[in-house]
């Protein structure tokens, strides 16, 4: 069985600071890690996804997630916040045997400061 | 750039009644795929569909529900008699391929359920 915890349900960061969200995760078997977003009123977007390759991963928009086996973590960091990192993200897991099947985190929801 | 849509974008129905939620996905995509999330909770997967027939599914999706796509381009959700508990935010996704777990689901805005 795999889940996947998400540490915070809301974070407020000032525009031009660090956002960190947080994500552990929990698998049997090598997991395939993703970040989604969603901005309101739109479908969920894929930020970057861990596929056992390179632990540190890059994605859209300026954000990074770090693959950490020994922590089971996979948060989700930028270095410097903008107005339009506003919305909701999701820590999500799947692995070989789960075939399409993802496990959605309960979501971090992103307020940026002026 | 190719979207996933769905409609519509909220329905209200009283409790027994059923429901159909559509989609369509992206044109050249050979995955289809149902979640939901239910208000304050996570979103769960449904069930998966590839050459016309379920390849997965979950323990929520009963025999109240039901997949099709009934042309080229739709790929729809029914729900034979809905109950309150049915009333959610329902995503639709697809991919181009199946996994191993590394291939992107493009997901819809989802359709808003209230279940009266």
């Known amino acids: 069985a795999q889940s996947v915890t998400q540490l915070d349900s809301h974070v407020s960061v000032s525009e031009g600071a660090l956002v960190l969200l947080r994500c552990n995760y929990s698998s049997s078997v090598p997991p395939y890690l993703f970040w989604y977003v969603q901005y309101p009123n739109q479908g969920l977007q894929l930020l970057l996804k861990?596929?056992?390759?390179?632990?540190l991963v890059k994605g859209i928009n300026g954000f990074e997630a770090e693959f950490k086996k020994s922590e089971t973590s996979f948060h989700l960091t930028k270095p410097s916040a903008h107005m339009s990192d506003a919305a909701e993200y999701f820590c999500?897991?799947?692995?070989?045997?789960?075939?399409?099947?993802?496990?959605f985190g309960g979501g971090t929801r992103v307020l940026v400061k002026p | 750039e190719p979207e996933v849509t769905q409609t519509p974008s909220h329905q209200v129905t009283q409790m027994g009644q059923e429901v159909i939620l559509r989609c369509v996905p992206i044109?050249?995509?050979?995955?289809f795929y149902w979640y939901r999330q239910i208000l304050g909770q996570k979103v769960e997967f449904l069930v998966s569909?590839?050459?016309?027939?379920?390849?997965?599914k979950s323990e929520i999706f009963d025999d109240q529900f039901s997949v099709e796509r009934p042309d080229g381009s739709n790929f729809t959700l029914k729900i034979r008699s809905t109950k309150l508990e049915d009333s959610a935010m329902y995503f639709c996704a697809s991919s181009e391929v199946r996994g191993p777990g590394t291939v992107e689901q493009f997901f819809g805005p989802g359709t808003r359920l209230t279940v009266l």
């Open positions: 861990y596929t056992s390759a390179a632990t």
């Open positions: 569909f590839y050459n016309n027939e379920i390849s997965e």
């Open positions: 999500v897991v799947s692995h070989e045997a789960a075939g399409n099947k993802l496990t």
């Open positions: 044109s050249n995509h050979l995955y």
